[in-house]
Each structure stands twice: as C-alpha cells, then as structure tokens.
C-alpha cells in the first residue's frame, strides 16, 4: 500500500466496506440470546456467530494480512468451529473495521489496477485488485443476507 497515493475509489471502496462492517455488527448486536447467535435454522449451514467469525477471518486476512502485512494468521477452519462470546464476535468486527478502512482507502489507482498482490484460490488467480476487492464485498454482503435472513426466521423451534 502506498502511502498518500490514495484515490476517490479507494476511499469510496473502503467507505463501502465500513458500511457493511457496521451493518454487520449490528446484525449480531441484535440478538439478545446468545445462544441464538451460534444456533443454525432451516437449510443454513452455519449460525451467525460462525458467519461473523468468518467474515471478520476473510477480511483480516485478504485485505490485513496479505495486503496490509498485519501479520494476521487466518484459521478459517476455526472460524466456523470456535463458539466465542457475542462481545469477542463483535470485537472482531470492529478490529476488521479498524484494518479494512486505513487498507483499502490507502490504495492508489495503480495499486487497484495490479494483479492482486497475495495468494488468491486458483479459481480467483489473476484478478485486479480492484476486481478482488468488489469479490470481497460482495462475500460479505452475501453472508450478511445468511445472518439477516437466520434472525428474520425467529427464534429456534
């Protein structure tokens, strides 16, 4: 990342995803039980506990680790396993929040432009960090859909 290169769509592109962070927190922070927040409903494969997990792990290391050099070591197999307490789930959040903005709203035009600078699935090898960047938001707004839907459901049966 460079610094002071910043352009209007990486601070458009991070402002984005501050949204969507916050937008996620609140999600969770809606759930009074907590154990609603690690129940999963209906054809849902995992609760919204895992999902915050999970998009808090996805981000901390796309965009932390690989493209901030946080340093950050991702173990995406906990992400969906560990049962942590509703205040770690939305600290994780806000930690992702605090890394995602300064990252992406850091990069240049020709930062966006370059191949994607980490290592990527073989299916997503190649792209533009641009285009990578509007892969991730959309990932995170697609798990957002899972937990607004599980919480729209009501409670367990």
Known sequence: MSENTSTGLGRELAALYLRELDRAAALIEAYDDED????????????????ALHMAGNLLHYVGAQMGGTGYVRDRDAEFSERTTKEEALRRLAETRDVVGPVIGGLSDEELAQEFPGDLPPVLEGMSTRSFLVHLLWHLGWHQGHVYYHKLAGPSQ
């Open 36 to 51: 609603e927040l690690w129940t999963r409903r209906g054809e849902q494969k995992n609760s919204p506990g895992a999902l």
